[in-house]
């Protein structure tokens, strides 16, 4: 063997070892570009996720808020239109007091009251009712300032009952805005 025989021999070897060593340079290179783009598509799609549940959450947000909005908006509609009858009401007791019927009513409230509290009542009521109340023989109290209705007490002024238009409205308001709900 020759010495030149033994260098080409060692060149070869030297180029089989570089080739060896740059495929697995290439190669490991390779796994090193495969593992860091799966990490950047695996960071992507984190991102893509977490923006997808941002944004889900933010339109459910917007929508629950748009939903209460029109709530609110038609919470205001209904309570308007429950004042605006209620004023009607109101009106219309203001027509009721000057008809015929109203006499009765007043009567109506005084055998009431009387049933309630005993015989002897004393009745305060508007300026317009005392004439009215006379003629049945009540005693009358103090004016008070009211639509219609009286107010009635016991004999020695333990125990009243309230049967004012205005009273009769605020204690039966509920059982009145159901009605007007559902006929609207």
């Known amino acids: 063997m020759s010495i030149e025989t033994f260098l080409l021999e060692i060149e070869n070897r030297k180029k089989k070892d570089l080739a060896k060593l740059s495929k697995e340079l290439d190669e490991k290179g390779t796994a090193i570009q495969n593992q860091r783009d799966a990490q950047i598509k695996e960071i992507q799609e984190g991102f893509a996720n ?3 549940l941002k944004s889900e959450r933010e339109l459910a947000r ?9 709530k609110k ?33 007043l009567e109506t409230m005084v055998n009431t ?8 009542i004393t009745v305060h009521c ?13 005693t009358i109290g103090s004016t ?3 639509l219609g209705g009286i107010i009635a007490e016991n004999n020695d ?10 009273e009769l409205l ?6 009145v805005k159901g009605f007007l709900t559902e006929r609207a």
């Open 50 to 52: 977490e923006a997808k």
């Open 144 to 146: 008070i300032k009211t």
């Open 73 to 105: 908006i038609m919470f205001d509609a209904i309570n308007a239109n429950l004042e605006s009858a209620f004023d009607v009401i109101k009106q219309e007791i203001k027509n009721y007091v000057k008809s015929s019927q109203y006499k009765k009513t």
């Open 170 to 175: 605020r204690t039966h308001e509920d059982e």
């Open 113 to 120: 009251s009387k049933k309630k509290l005993g015989q002897k």
């Open 157 to 166: 002024g333990t125990k009243e009952i309230d049967l004012t238009f205005e």
């Open 126 to 138: 508007r300026e317009e009712d005392r004439a009215v109340l006379k003629e049945m023989g009540i």
């Open 62 to 70: 917007i929508i629950e808020s748009s939903r209460l909005q029109a």
